[in-house]
């Protein structure tokens, strides 16, 4: 149990060892997790955010440790007369990673050196310590007493088991279970070692030192701050901008990409006149402007939480394109990260004069943070993120539908999905319980690139009455709104929102799931009166 346990620690030290020299998305146990979730099912890949949250990727982290563990205890319990059962098994996992590695978008050559490594510490670890365990001697005495072999035997090669009392046995004071724990203790120590050892190296090379060292991002000309009555925080509502920290969080990438500043190139190609290809300090000459975005995730349910805003700093995307020259018959511009997401963007959305596209290399006055896709990202007010919003890009593409499918087309999700206008109540939180009376209700409300108009807010499916609106800063950012509502009678109440966007549209009361392209319905919520 304990060779097969130590054969485990050894073969992941191993991988992330060598991971942190040859990229940190070559570590096999990174790639086996981003090849799982890659390959599932959009309602399982809901169902865990719904369930974990933002901590989805650490539940699936948890839940491999358990299955390898799991996997661990099975080639021991499986290699009681030799190693061959356990040998089979620790290779086969071993391929698995070798295979999940190879097949990633974003390795590179030498990425198969990081699984090959694990394979071997694995088996020659696991080999090494089931012969300590279970000395030549032993196996002869098996031929006798099969019953009485096997991998947690401690009997050394001197001593006949059936002269050892039992207790003397467990308590490991035979020169064979010595030695046998020295060499295991000997493997784990080697194991941290190294384990340690590729986080430090990997340390050292990733983006956040590289961050640190990038140079202000100072836009041409600054937006004046937000005014005062862009929120009513103190009623309940979240901040006009949210921190970079609080800025909620939604990609495919199990451990975030590391894209050093000097690394990174950006290509633009495809049906274009001309290719370019950019680096960091390229885009910071051709002079930096700021937009006030709202961005959100088509993955909210009403009345959820992936809605941010920030101050993104960078170029405008459009002006970029057209100085590749995007040449007639374009219907999409295909984006891809680092780490090998791609996105499909209508291209005419893209050139259109007020879109306000980015390219982001900064966050509310900062350099992206490395988890909302420091170097570089796209923003494109008013499209869900999925088709909008690449972070860690490297790569444009102008192209056709046809010719190009993004990641989460063949997941279901549709092709184009404008954000739907839609509202929330975040005060009274649901279920609350406070006294009658005045209640005071509040909350955002969001139509990117269209404009919040109006909120409306119902108190118990009565009449729809008018709240409050923030100022309004942006067509492209969400507004609060508060109302006061008279709720006399003590018990149990219901209210519900709705807005309506600048163009007229008020949104549907039908409800509708993510699945395709973004929920519906109103939000609504109880709360108890006494
Ligand atoms: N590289 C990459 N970019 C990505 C994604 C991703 O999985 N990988 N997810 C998109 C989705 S679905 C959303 S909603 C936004 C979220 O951006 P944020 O994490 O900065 O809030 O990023 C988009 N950009
Ligand atoms: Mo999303």
């Known amino acids: 149990m304990i060779a097969a346990i130590v054969a485990l620690a050894a073969a992941l030290a191993a991988g992330h060892l060598v991971a942190a020299f040859v990229g940190p998305q070559a570590s096999p146990l990174l790639a086996v997790g981003n090849t799982a979730i890659d390959l599932t099912p959009s309602w399982l890949k809901d169902f865990a955010i719904a369930t974990f949250g933002t901590a989805d990727k650490l539940a699936l982290l948890v839940g491999m440790g358990g299955v390898l563990l799991g996997l661990a205890v099975l080639a021991a319990l499986a290699s009681g007369r030799g190693p061959a059962p356990g040998t089979v098994l620790i290779v086969a996992v071993g391929v698995l990673g070798l295979v999940a590695v190879v097949t990633r978008p974003d390795v590179g050559r030498l990425a198969a050196a990081a699984p090959l490594a694990s394979l071997a510490a694995g088996v020659a670890t696991w080999l090494l310590l089931h012969r300590r365990a279970s000395p030549s001697d032993v196996v002869e005495t098996a031929g006798t007493r099969p019953d009485r072999a096997g991998p947690d035997r401690t009997d050394s090669g001197a001593e006949r088991t059936d002269e050892v009392p039992h207790g003397t046995r467990a308590s490991g004071a035979t020169p064979g279970r010595r030695q046998f724990l020295v060499t295991a203790g000997g493997a784990a120590a080697v194991a941290g070692v190294a384990g340690l050892a590729g986080g430090f190296v990997g340390g050292a090379r990733d983006a956040t030192s590289s961050r640190a060292a990038a140079p202000p991002l100072r836009a041409t000309r600054r937006l004046p701050a937000p005014p005062n009555d862009a929120d009513f925080a103190k009623l309940g509502t979240p901040t006009f901008l949210t921190p970079n920290d609080a800025f909620y969080r939604i990609d495919t990438a199990l451990s975030v990409p590391q894209v050093p500043a000097d690394d990174w190139r950006l290509r633009i190609h495809g049906m274009v006149d001309r290719e370019l290809e950019l680096s960091y300090d390229d885009v910071r000459r051709r002079g930096l402007i700021e937009r006030r975005i709202t961005l959100c995730c088509v993955s909210n349910q009403v009345g ?203 949104q549907t009361a039908e409800r509708m799931g993510v699945l395709p392209d973004g929920a519906t319905g109103h939000h609504t919520i109880t709360f108890t009166t006494e």
């Not at 993004?406 to 839609?422: I, M, N, S």
């Not at 492209?476 to 008279?486: E, F, G, P, V």
């Open 304 to 506: 959820g939480e992936l809605i941010s805003t920030a101050t993104f700093t960078g170029v405008d995307l459009g002006d970029l394109l057209r100085d590749a020259g995007v040449r007639d018959g374009a219907q999409q511009l295909l984006s891809s990260s680092s780490d090998g997401w791609t996105c499909g963007t209508p291209i005419d959305v893209l050139l259109e004069r007020d879109r306000g596209a980015m390219l982001a290399l900064g966050m509310n006055g900062q350099p992206l943070p490395l988890e909302h896709g420091f170097p570089a990202r796209l923003v494109v007010p008013g499209l869900y993120g999925y088709v909008s919003a690449t972070k860690w890009v490297t790569d444009l593409e102008v192209t056709t539908w046809d010719r190009r499918r993004a990641y989460w087309l063949d997941r279901g999700w549709a092709r184009e999905a404008p954000v739907k206008t839609q509202s929330r109540i975040d005060r009274p939180s649901a279920n609350a319980t406070m006294p009658a009376g005045r209640v005071i209700a509040a909350g955002i409300a969001w139509a990117q690139h269209t404009g919040v108009a109006k909120v409306e807010v119902r108190l118990d499916g009565g009449r729809w009455q008018e709240a409050t609106l923030s100022a309004d800063v942006s067509d492209d950012t969400w507004r609060m709104w508060h109302i006061a509502l008279d709720v006399d009678r003590p018990g149990s109440h219901r209210i519900a929102c709705r807005a309506t966007d600048k163009s007229g549209y008020t």
